[in-house]
């Protein structure tokens, strides 16, 4: 079965570093998202991408978040200069569409740790 | 906007019981209701989604979910626990009137199955 794959599974950073996650959607999908999740804790929407542009983007957001699909395959995040609030784990997900009970499909999500 | 509520940071069960995740929502329009679940370090996995008309909707590992549009619910079941089933739960919502074609999950819910 198709999956969402990210990399690398663990990154460790420097406050105000430039962090780029990578995610490759499932390859016939059209809406790319990026979630994180602190601690185990609450999954919270970032932003959702489709036709090369953002759809939707939560206040978490700010200007030191982008998203880009720099390819046919690839959808990054970067995080322009990390804080320590930053570390979380980061879930790439698509959908195949824009249909209302489309589900997301997750990746395994990449670990960032910012000291 | 939309909103879900997972009133229960925990559940426990024996193994070979029946098993309940309990989920509330809050949507503009039309709901539309996903359980997800999530092991330790990994992504999140869809486990069913909520189809307009069936109120007991079947998905995968043996889970079902029941909706409840007076009581604004969707509570995962389980006629028989497995130990293998203990994971964090998610339930998520999409709202069809104010669709910015995101995902909002709840809080989650831990459940435990003891042998």
């Known amino acids: 079965e198709p999956e969402v794959t990210q990399t690398p599974s663990h990154q460790v950073t420097q406050m105000g570093q430039e962090v780029i996650l990578r995610c490759v959607p499932i390859?016939?999908?059209?809406?790319f998202y990026w979630y994180r999740q602190i601690l185990g804790q609450k999954v919270e929407f970032l932003v959702s991408?489709?036709?090369?542009?953002?759809?939707?983007k939560s206040e978490i957001f700010d200007d030191q978040f982008s998203v880009e699909r720099p390819d046919g395959s690839n959808f990054t995040l970067k995080i322009r200069s990390t804080k320590l609030e930053d570390s979380a784990m980061y879930f790439c997900?698509?959908?195949?569409?824009?249909?209302?009970?489309?589900?997301?499909?997750f990746g395994n999500g990449t670990r960032l740790t910012v000291t | 906007a939309q909103s879900v509520a997972q009133p229960e940071d925990q559940v426990n069960v024996a193994e070979g019981n029946p098993l309940t995740v309990k989920c509330t929502y809050s949507v503009s329009g039309n709901p539309y209701l996903f359980w997800y679940v999530q092991y330790p370090n990994r992504g999140l996995q869809f486990l069913l989604k909520y189809i307009t008309g069936d109120n007991l909707v079947k998905g995968s590992y043996g889970f079902e979910a029941e909706f409840n549009k007076s009581q604004t619910s969707f509570h995962l079941k389980k006629p028989s626990a497995l130990v293998s089933d203990s994971a964090l739960y998610f339930c998520?919502?999409?709202?069809?009137?104010?669709?910015?074609?995101?995902?909002?999950f709840g809080a989650g819910t831990i459940l435990r199955v003891k042998s």
């Open positions: 390859s016939n999908h059209l809406y």
């Open positions: 998520a919502v999409r709202d069809d009137v104010e669709y910015g074609n995101k995902l909002v």
């Open positions: 991408f489709y036709n090369n542009e953002i759809s939707e």
């Open positions: 997900a698509s959908s195949p569409d824009r249909a209302p009970n489309s589900p997301l499909h």
